[in-house]
């Protein structure tokens, strides 16, 4: 079973220079064959349902690629085009970022200054956190937008009054906790800093100077001229969330003190000329692009961040730490992300207006085009252990899998295969549509942890794809025993 970051749901209701500043709009032809980007986001929008999606990608320093899929507006088939706008959501949070990292720059702001210094009227038991524990959610303060969110478009002031009176939820430095007090405490900061509204400070170092007269600050209130739509298959029924199957609208607001979180529009191509710009020093010294893009670290040694491959958070910036093709990757309201290779000089944005695309799952992909090392297929993203196994099997079939790996063991009797690193690599294959060899990396995770819940749960969900629905119930039933509390198995069983 897979769960669902917190950035997924920033509540359901409630993430590159102006082309060198003189750079003409033409975009230069691309180094991979055409249509295989095309083909890809083609694919992924039929998969996941997504009405729209814009694409753009960077290379070297160029815009090589603009895409424009689908419709912005389901009930009026209106198409997306390069000058529809999509919400942002969280992606926000990564101008936020650059915005604190200038502040740093003009000598006004010490990231690790806590934040009394500059906000002595907060709580005193808010005063020790840093300015960088509220960049990377290790705080501990209180979130002002929880499951029962405490703050709406109509509340604001008594919300931010009763958060007040909470306690920290831990010590500042020892958790990660993704949380929308932190951003709205970095807005307060950038207003008194800069002497202006943080959404002006932002529309004059950073909009204005790259050229973005498609981005703005603000919510499903404001009209603005091609905006798409926001759609969801998310239901609440009886308190709970529930995936059902007719698209439905989804109407985003968010409060002014909390648009440092969620609050900014964009359309694709104006997201690729920020990332230039901000690669090529008009945003940033090179060096603070170093600090922006660190993980936040906590007291133990450890980053964390929302999980799968988004294994970090930097400031404002989630961060994908491996070995190869590290990036960094604002995503936002499970509907968008940028990906930044800063390594390969490669960065793609892919914006959609249906939450729970989660695109960050398909990006790898697309980028793959540009970098045919990072072929999913190939078993780019898996253990070397896994990988070197995923490529044998490639050649032999996956019904050698279990023969493989006892011929692992005879040679080395340490050679492990750990039971999260499996599971992941067979969702890999199931999202590749490999649903067989899917199923035999799920059978080998049962022999090997047949005390987890989550491996049975994993087997079950398969088979439930491939029609078995007497093996599906089997396994489901399995994972219940060991979960009680297991939702998917439960409910699965429940329609039985």
Not at 87 to 94: D, G, R
Not at 115 to 131: F, M
Not at 153 to 172: G, H, M
Not at 299 to 324: H, S
Request: with cysteine.
């Amino acid at each position: 079973m897979r769960l669902l970051s917190p950035l997924v749901w920033l509540r359901c209701t409630a993430a590159l220079l102006v082309l060198l500043l003189q750079a003409p709009r033409l975009v230069a032809q691309a180094p991979a064959a055409p249509d295989s980007v095309d083909r890809l986001v083609r694919q992924a929008m039929r998969q996941l349902r997504i009405p729209g999606v814009q694409l753009a990608v960077v290379r070297h320093g160029q815009l090589v690629k603009l895409g424009n899929y689908g419709l912005a507006n389901v009930q009026d088939s209106v198409p997306v085009t390069t000058q529809t706008r999509f919400f942002l959501n969280s992606i926000t949070k990564a101008f936020v970022g650059v915005a604190v990292m200038q502040l740093v720059e003009a000598g006004q702001l010490d990231l690790a200054a806590p934040v009394g210094r500059y906000l002595p009227e907060l709580p005193a038991t808010w005063h020790p956190v840093t300015v960088r524990q509220l960049l990377t959610h290790t705080s501990g303060l209180p979130d002002i937008m929880p499951e029962d969110a405490l703050v709406s478009e109509n509340n604001e002031k008594t919300a931010w009054a009763e958060v007040q009176k909470q306690p920290l939820d831990f010590p500042p430095g020892q958790q990660f906790a993704y949380n929308q007090t932190n951003y709205l405490l970095l807005g307060r900061l950038i207003d008194k800093l800069s002497g202006q509204p943080f959404a002006q400070f932002i529309q004059q170092r950073q909009l204005d100077v790259v050229g973005m007269p498609r981005t703005t600050s603000g919510d499903a209130h404001a009209v603005l001229p091609r905006m798409a739509r926001g759609y969801t298959f998310t239901q609440y029924i009886d308190g709970q969330v529930r995936r059902g199957k007719e698209l439905q609208n989804l109407f985003e607001v968010f409060p002014p003190s909390l648009r440092t979180a969620a609050g900014m529009s964009s359309t694709a191509e104006e997201m690729a000329r920020w990332l230039i710009a901000l690669q090529h020093g008009k945003l940033l010294q090179p060096a603070s692009l170093t600090t922006l893009w660190t993980p936040g670290r906590l007291t133990d040694g450890t980053e964390r961040g929302f999980g799968g491959k988004l294994t970090g958070y930097a400031l404002g910036w989630p961060t994908v730490t491996r070995a190869e093709h590290p990036a960094v990757a604002p995503v936002g309201g499970g509907r968008s992300a940028v990906f930044l290779y800063p390594q390969d000089d490669l960065a793609i944005v892919v914006l959609t207006n249906l939450q729970g695309a989660s695109p960050e799952r398909f990006v790898d992909a697309l980028a793959a085009c540009y970098l045919p090392d990072m072929r999913v297929a190939d078993g780019f993203g898996l253990p070397p252990t896994l990988r070197a196994l995923h490529r044998t099997l490639r050649q032999r079939g996956f019904s050698h899998l279990e023969e493989e790996v006892k011929k692992a063991r005879r040679h080395d009797p340490a050679y492990a295969l750990p039971e999260q690193a499996v599971n992941a690599w067979g969702y890999s294959l199931v999202e590749q549509g490999q649903l067989a060899d899917a199923l035999a990396v799920f059978q080998l995770n049962v022999r090997l942890y047949p005390g987890s819940a989550n491996t049975y749960d994993s087997l079950a969900e398969t088979y439930a794809a491939l029609g078995n629905k007497k093996l599906a119930t089997q396994y489901y039933t399995r994972a219940l025993a060991l979960n009680p509390k297991n939702r998917t198995a439960a409910e699965y069983l429940k329609q039985q």
